[in-house]
Nanobody, 124 residues
């Protein structure tokens, strides 16, 4: 049974930083693509970042490019999202997702497994 557990969310002032973590279990993590998505209240879930199995290929939404960094530590079955220069519009529930294969899709429908999410709130 695949389990993804996010942590690291919280309340931060605009301009601040947070580091999200996602611990994975129940599947061969080191071969899978991992992604971060977010969903603000009343809005659809949107892509944030994705990373391939080796960490050598990453993709970012234009809205976070240059501010967020996705990374992974396969030995610990964990991925991270370092979020800097946070803005109020970054406020959302952030979800970790996992899929087999080699392509880090930006489409949430391509991902098979999801965590429960962690709330990030950025105050102005």
């Amino acid at each position: 049974q695949v389990q993804l557990v996010e942590s690291g969310g919280g309340l931060v002032q605009a301009g601040g930083s947070l580091r999200l973590s996602c611990a994975a279990s129940g599947r061969t993590f080191s071969r899978d693509v991992m992604g971060w998505f977010r969903q603000a209240a009343g809005k659809e879930r949107q892509f944030v970042a994705a990373i391939n199995w080796s960490g050598g290929t990453t993709y970012y939404a234009d809205s976070v490019k240059g501010r967020f960094t996705i990374s992974r530590e396969n030995a610990k079955n964990t991925i991270f999202l370092q979020m800097n220069s946070l803005k109020p519009e970054d406020t959302a529930v952030y979800y970790c997702a996992q899929r087999g294969g080699t392509i880090p899709y930006t489409d949430s429908r391509k991902y098979d497994y999801w965590g429960q999410g962690t709330q990030v709130t950025v105050s102005s």
